[in-house]
């Protein structure tokens, strides 16, 4: 990884500027809903925020049918420039008379973030030997940032205003958009125009062609499909289980953080040597070793718990992050990442809203021990019938190298 970061310069200006845009993203999140809150005194306002965030994620196909039909750089150009002006409308804000520019700010950060040309745009940037370790990197450094961003977004809107907080989020999108366009890529010729509806649709009928990456998937979706829960199950474990105050959620996350550091860090390594299908096992089976840490009343194997958890998870999405981008074509990134993400997070806040449903009259241990017996079942699943690993779908940069 650290080899891919000295020696290929366009890759290191793309991570870091994925970094400072990251960084960014997530200080905003949780300090916009802060920022709701205060104007108007409701919770639901606040919710709402969250709410503005995660609705775009419904249109992901369109998007990604969007990233296939244009050249990805000049596409994400223009988002972190437009993005950055929307932003700074953030300064108009007094009054909850202005709550709605809040509103749309949130909404267009879920735009942003749920548009695929990020990671379309790999697939013409890197040889497709680098691209287990691009992802590891791009998962660790993400996963590093959430620990302390969202409490810096907060500790400056805090103490300066939103006012400091909107020119913080302006300039983070400015430093990305000028590192980014400091990028030299070829990028692949955009998709020719077909029929609308078969453009967009062209992600789902591509999955099931490709058995390993549909199998990879399907048992994410199932997956999260049940951990969705533990949002909801870690507030009751730590009110219930660990008798400490909802703010605890706080020390959990951030070990969560170092966790999933880690699991980035050995992602690359793990897939290296075990493959696709072997990774993924490992990542089933260290989250549900934590899930059922997570089972005792006690504070240190509790803890010990959310760290496996931690780890286990970037180990997850490495896998399928890098199957997508070796297994799909690189005008079929962005139609293929939209699926696979809208599948997700679709799957995942289901479970959240189970979770929140039954939490009041299930015991959040039982919670646990089901979402560790469902987790391996995940694993399992991937072990029943193995599935061989398909042809790569070589890059523009592969091409390059052979010439």
Known sequence: MWALLRHNAQFRRLFTGEAVSSFGDSAMFLSLAIWAKDLTGS????GAVVLALTVPGLAAPLLGHLVDRVRRKPLLLRMYGA????????????????????YVVAVAYGVLVSTPARQALLKDLLRSSQAVEARALLIATREGVRILSPVAGAGVYVAFGGGALAVLGALTLVVAALL????????????PAERFRTAVIAGFRFLPRVPLLFRLTLAMVLFLGVVGMLETAAFAAVDQGLGRPAAFIGVLASVQGVGSVLGGLLAARLARRFGDVGTSVVGYAVIAAGLLLCVTRDEA?????AALIGVGLPLLAVVLGTACHLYAPARMQGRVNAVVNTARDGAQSLSLAAGAAVIGVVDYRVLYGVMAVATLGCALSLLVRRVTAPEVVPSLADADERA
């Open 43 to 46: 919770d639901a306002a606040a």
């Open 83 to 102: 993005m950055a002006v929307l932003v700074l409308s953030l300064l108009a804000v007094r009054d909850a008379g202005e709550l709605w520019i809040i």
């Open 180 to 191: 980014l366009a400091s990028v030299h890529v070829v990028e692949s010729e955009p998709e």
């Open 301 to 305: 194997p509790f803890l010990a718990g």
